[in-house]
């Protein structure tokens, strides 16, 4: 797994470097070598927020955790990504290494209960169609804030791509476009 580590408003020690390594090093037998990682670490303040993404096969995955100390973070992220991976064991086990995830398992057997192995199933219990007319992002944002959800798909007016907004944790707005 290749590691891409960046320090926002923060010089990073080597140890957390190295700790970064350790922790994230669990999951290298479970992804492939051109897996790529990216750790980001932002101090404002009071607290330190660690987000790591996990990019291989195609697949993203990424866990944010915010902490008073850094490394307290980076536990919690770990901790949440691993938690990811179990929900998600056999349905990743046919896109990853099989052989992989069984040691891995193996090696987490004591830590598991066995509701976390339980698998979700993926069942689509609700379908709805609805016309998308030409918006721009500022009246898309506001339907979706009149109608009280936390996203809202809608067709961009200056792009003509179909486009969603969604409301963050923080309380800003995101914006997902495609790109081919």
Same mark, same amino acid.
């Given at each position: 797994?290749?590691?891409?580590i ?13 700790r970064?390594?350790?922790?994230l090093?669990?999951f ?11 750790v ?5 303040? /009071?607290?330190?927020?660690?987000e790591?993404t ?16 850094? /490394? ?10 691993g ?6 064991k ?14 891995y398992?193996?090696?987490l057997?004591g830590?598991?209960e ?10 689509v ?5 609805f ?6 992002v500022?009246?898309a ?9 936390e996203f ?10 179909i ?6 944790? /923080? ?10």
């Amino acid at each position: 797994m290749k590691y891409n580590i960046i320090g926002r408003k923060v010089n990073l020690k080597d140890n957390f470097k190295e700790r970064v390594y350790k922790k994230l090093g669990k999951f290298e037998k479970i992804y492939s070598e051109d897996a790529e990682a990216t750790v980001t670490v932002t101090v404002e303040k /009071n607290r330190q927020t660690v987000e790591v993404t996990i990019r291989d096969n195609g697949m993203m995955y990424r866990a944010e955790s915010i902490a008073l100390e850094m /490394n307290d973070a980076l536990d919690a992220v770990v901790d949440i990504l691993g938690g990811q991976i179990r929900k998600n064991k056999t349905k990743l086990s046919k896109k990853f290494k099989a052989d992989s995830f069984e040691e891995y398992f193996t090696a987490l057997e004591g830590e598991l209960e066995e509701e976390e192995l339980e698998d979700e199933d993926y069942t689509v219990v609700r379908k709805k169609t609805f016309s998308i007319k030409p918006l721009s992002v500022e009246e898309a944002i506001l339907q979706m804030n009149m109608i009280g959800h936390e996203f809202f798909m809608f067709r961009n007016a200056i792009t003509n791509e179909i486009n969603v907004v969604y409301k963050r944790k /923080n309380g800003t707005y995101g914006l997902l476009e495609p790109q081919e």
